[in-house]
């Protein structure tokens, strides 16, 4: 699909040769690229990726695609939210020069691949716990993006702080020379982090969604009150989220940034993770304590 002279968009199907062919034209050269990877169904907090993305290379390519490997048995691979052809015109508006969207033949021709990426210990922490083999999942298609893409740097979210802490880690310790960044949770005006599963939610688990948010920030302000104790500080976020009838912790915990190990005692830069189901819906959020505050996206406006 081409979107006039400055926008090329690879969509779908046999296309690893359409896919090298714009690598080649974005680079012209020495051109660097940026890499976004999502799930598709964008929201600002995708849109704020390629905002960044764009300040770290010379173009951005968005890829999109519900990564089956990642999902769990029970887990809403079917159910979860597809946009492409919005995803596309949102993605390009927003300057991205190109968005991968293959088809799951395109990216898995084994159906499932032999050789995976296995995240080790720190996988097995916070909401590796709950979703075994969520994060083998994950490493496995940032890897095989790498690969395919090639990218300078890729940008990732903060709202999936295990996450960006793994992709971090694996391109270390594989050596896989892609730079990693990592950009702050974008909001809606009152708190609730963006995510593409918040369209699961009924008016009032949304209502009730928020209580994810003030909890964090609720313990987050006891910390810069000077409280420390990880127990009063996880006390505090489970007395605020027993309010919300919709809401259901799976965990909560303070850990080190940057092992995942549980602390007893905050330091600031420490990181406050937490999953909560509201209804059916599983959402996750974290503070890191004594940061600067998240961005949040004005009243009213929609991706
Ligand atoms: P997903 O499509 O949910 O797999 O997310 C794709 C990327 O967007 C990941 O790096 C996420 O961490 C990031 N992301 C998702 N939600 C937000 C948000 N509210 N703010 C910033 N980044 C986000």
Redesign the pocket.
């Known amino acids: 699909v081409s979107l006039g002279p400055t926008l090329s968009v690879v969509t779908v199907a046999d296309s690893r040769e359409a896919l090298e062919k714009e690598l080649a034209t974005l680079r012209g050269g020495s051109g660097t690229v940026a890499l976004v990877?999502?799930?598709?169904a964008l929201h600002e907090?995708?849109l704020?990726?390629i905002d960044r993305a764009k300040e770290l290379a010379d173009s951005v390519a968005v890829s999109v695609f519900v990564n089956r490997l990642q999902f769990g048995p029970n887990e809403d691979f079917r159910t979860y939210p597809r946009a492409l052809e919005r995803d596309v015109r949102l993605a390009t508006e927003r300057g991205a020069r190109l968005v991968f969207a293959p088809d799951e033949t395109v990216m898995y021709p084994r159906a499932t691949p032999d050789i995976q990426v296995e995240p080790g210990r720190l996988g097995d922490r916070l909401c590796g716990a709950f979703r075994p083999g969520h994060f083998r999942g994950v490493l496995t298609v940032v890897a095989k993006l790498f690969g395919l893409l090639r990218p300078d740097v890729a940008i990732?979210?903060?709202?999936?702080y295990q996450?960006?802490l793994l992709i971090r880690r694996m391109v270390e310790d594989l050596d896989l020379g892609v730079r990693i960044e990592v950009?702050p949770?974008?909001?809606e005006h009152d708190g609730l982090?963006?995510?593409?599963r918040n369209a699961y939610l009924s008016a009032p688990e949304r209502a009730d969604a928020l209580g994810l948010w003030r909890a964090l920030d609720a313990a987050d302000r006891l910390f810069r009150g000077g409280e420390v104790r990880s127990q009063s500080l996880l006390a505090a976020f489970q007395e605020r989220i027993a309010a919300h009838a919709h809401l259901a912790p799976q965990y909560v915990e303070i850990v080190h940034p940057d092992t995942l190990t549980p602390l007893e005692s905050a330091v600031p830069g420490a990181v406050m993770a937490a999953a909560v189901f509201c209804g059916s819906t599983r959402l996750i959020d974290n503070v890191v304590f004594g940061a600067a505050a998240d961005p949040r996206i004005a009243v009213g406006s929609r991706a």
């Open positions: 990877p999502t799930m598709g907090g995708h704020t990726l990732f979210g903060r709202k999936d996450q960006a950009a949770t974008v909001r982090a963006l995510s593409s």
